[in-house]
């Protein structure tokens, strides 16, 4: 190809799947939240566990649209590395400001070093490279195959699947210990959704989009339910040995929400972009990075300012909790931070700005 066609559908995907991080990222009340808006304990899969996979598996289909149609020009390839590489990095340093800006403004917060941003800008580029350098799909798919098994062999090796005794978290103690997400002083044991080993499947999730991606635009869209079928199946069967684990971010888990990634895709396919129904999420999803950047700077300087409380105690609180639950209010709140931010992108794709980094 050697021009990108844009899809409706992946915009108005990624668009939903951000505006799903802003909700479950800012309840009212965090000891009032209803359970599907939480994220597993530990082992199992709730919805709020399907939002990150979902954004990293639109990465990989965005990405392998734009540089096949960059590769087919006969673009320069160490131009077009050079570029990725260069944006992967200002992704991940993004990431980086957000959390120094979060350490100075919240009371009793710690830097952390990994995270969201950083996460995906290190699958971008790795995906990335993957796909200029690994032109064959037959290799492709050997190399995360392989990758996958890898991993589920370093964490059998690792002896336990259990927190803090699994491979995952003494890798991620050893190296980022203070600067993780979470670490306790007196057992100087630490934890990282956002870890390093465990990125190595977080790759996986943007080579699903990848192919996912590629199969949409070439109008195979009964592969693709296939292709879900089929890896519906593996990961419930590899679910009885390696269970659905976010934080692990297992090969089961991968396989689990790369399928209904896939479908998803295919059903928005189908309804917008072949039927043209509305690409609700589009705006989101056009400034995806600048929503989630935003948002995060928002709650910050909300927190800072004690607003957030305010907002809730004054305003959310005593029209809600006694009329329906605490959890519904903490509820209402989080749609209401959502809308702000639905409203804000609405307003600049009407104006055509779009800011990428």
Not at 127 to 143: D, E, K, N, P, T
Not at 332 to 355: C, S
Request: glycine share 8%; charged share 10%.
């Amino acid at each position: 190809m050697s021009t990108v066609k844009r899809y409706a559908a992946l915009d108005a995907m990624r668009g939903l799947t951000v505006a799903a991080m802003l909700f479950v990222n800012n309840a009212g009340d965090w000891s009032h939240v209803f359970p599907w808006l939480e994220h597993a304990a530990w082992h199992g899969c709730t919805p709020a566990d399907f939002i990150f996979p979902f954004f990293l598996f639109i990465l990989g289909a965005s990405l392998a649209m734009s540089l096949d149609a960059q590769l087919g020009k006969g673009m320069d390839v160490a131009a077009v590395r050079k570029g990725i590489l260069w944006r992967s990095l200002r992704m991940f340093l993004l990431g980086v400001v957000l959390h120094l800006i979060a350490w100075a403004l919240i009371d009793g917060r710690h830097f952390r070093l990994m995270g969201v941003l950083q996460r995906i800008g290190i699958c971008y580029a790795v995906a990335a490279c993957l796909i200029i350098h690994v032109r064959q799909l037959s290799r492709q798919v050997m190399i995360c195959i392989a990758a996958m098994l890898a991993y589920w062999a370093l964490l059998a090796w690792g002896g336990s699947y259990e927190p803090h005794l699994n491979l995952v978290d003494k890798i991620d103690t050893a190296i980022l210990g203070k600067l993780a997400y979470s670490y306790d002083v007196q057992t100087g044991l630490a934890q990282e959704p956002e870890g390093l080993l465990s990125t190595l499947m977080a790759m996986a999730s943007a080579l699903f989009g990848v192919w996912a991606g590629r199969a949409m635009r070439d109008g195979q869209l009964k592969q693709m339910l296939a292709g879900a079928a089929g890896l519906i199946l593996l990961a419930l069967i590899w679910a009885a040995y390696l269970p659905f684990n976010k934080q692990l971010w297992t090969p089961s888990f991968v396989c689990w929400t790369s399928a209904w990634a896939i479908l998803l895709l295919l059903v928005m396919h189908v309804l917008i972009d072949k039927q043209g129904w509305p690409a609700i999420g589009k705006s989101f999803g056009v400034n995806a990075i600048a929503a989630y950047a935003g948002a995060w700077l928002a709650t910050c300087v909300l927190a800072w300012t004690g607003w957030d409380n305010l907002i809730y105690q004054q305003i959310f609180a005593p029209a809600l909790v006694s009329r329906f639950s605490a959890d519904s209010s903490s509820f209402a709140y989080a749609a209401a931070f959502t809308l702000v931010f639905a409203a804000l992108t609405f307003a600049m794709n009407k104006k055509g700005w779009r800011i990428t980094i």
